[in-house]
Structure formats: structure tokens, C-alpha cells
């Protein structure tokens, strides 16, 4: 097999997967509601409440550049799993993340799930 074929299939395979993954999750998700969103709040109090989004942000320190993208890394691979990503951006030994969920165009359950996991690396 050309290497080219073998890109092409791991592509395919790749696409199927995904397919498979998120083909259970066609229900509209709902945004929170008021209550929601404050329970969600003060269970994470380090997070800041984005009234123009309707999301969730905080900001993260490391000692350097590595210990902020091992972390961007760590949470990369809980956001593929629960296929539900981050808005972020890095500089050095910073990270900015803001949760919110573009499906129902402010925060949602997926949010409270995400941010409970990132909480659980650091
Ligand atoms: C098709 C796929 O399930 C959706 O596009 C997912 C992917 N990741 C996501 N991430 C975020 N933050 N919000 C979403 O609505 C979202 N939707």
C-alpha cells in the first residue's frame, strides 16, 4: 500500500469514527436557564460569567510555555472525547479559556461537563 493510500484510509477511518461518535447526539442541546446558570457559577467560582457570549471564562497561569500547552494539550484530548471544545488562545505561560456552547448559542450542560473536567487536571 502507497503511503498516500494509507492517509486516505486512516482519513476515512478517521471520519467514520466521528460519525459513529456524535451520530447519537443530533437532539438540540438546551441552553441553561437562570437557576442553571447560577448553580453553574458557584460551583465553579473561579469562572467568570460572559453576559455578552452567555459563557463561562477563566484564565490560567503556568510557570512557562510548556506547563500551558501541556495543560492546552490535556484538555484537547477531554474536549475530543466529549466532543465539545474550548474557545482559548495562549500566550507563553497563559491560557484563556472561554466555554459556551454554539449549538444552543450560550451555555449548556456540555459547558458544566468541559469545565468540571478541565477543573480535574490541574
Ligand atoms: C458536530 C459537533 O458535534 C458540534 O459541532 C460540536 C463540536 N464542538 C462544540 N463545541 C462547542 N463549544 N460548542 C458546540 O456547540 C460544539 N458542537
Redesign the pocket.
Known amino acids: 500500500m502507497s503511503s498516500r493510500s494509507r492517509l486516505v484510509a486512516h482519513r476515512a477511518l478517521s471520519y467514520g469514527d466521528r460519525t459513529a461518535l456524535?451520530s447519537g447526539?443530533k437532539t438540540m442541546?438546551q441552553k441553561l436557564d437562570d437557576a442553571q446558570r447560577s448553580a453553574l457559577l458557584a460551583r465553579f467560582p473561579q469562572w467568570t460569567h460572559d453576559p455578552v457570549r452567555d459563557a463561562i471564562t477563566r484564565q490560567f497561569r503556568f510557570d512557562d510555555f510548556a506547563q500551558a500547552f501541556g495543560f492546552m494539550a490535556s484538555v484537547a484530548i477531554v474536549?475530543e472525547k466529549l466532543?465539545?471544545?474550548?474557545?482559548w488562545s495562549n500566550v507563553y505561560n497563559r491560557v484563556d479559556v472561554l466555554?459556551?456552547?454554539?449549538?444552543?448559542n450560550g451555555l449548556s450542560e456540555?459547558?458544566a461537563k468541559l469545565a468540571e473536567a478541565i477543573e480535574a487536571l490541574l
Open positions: 456524535t447526539r442541546v474536549a466532543d465539545h471544545h474550548p474557545e466555554l459556551t456552547t454554539h449549538d444552543a456540555r459547558d
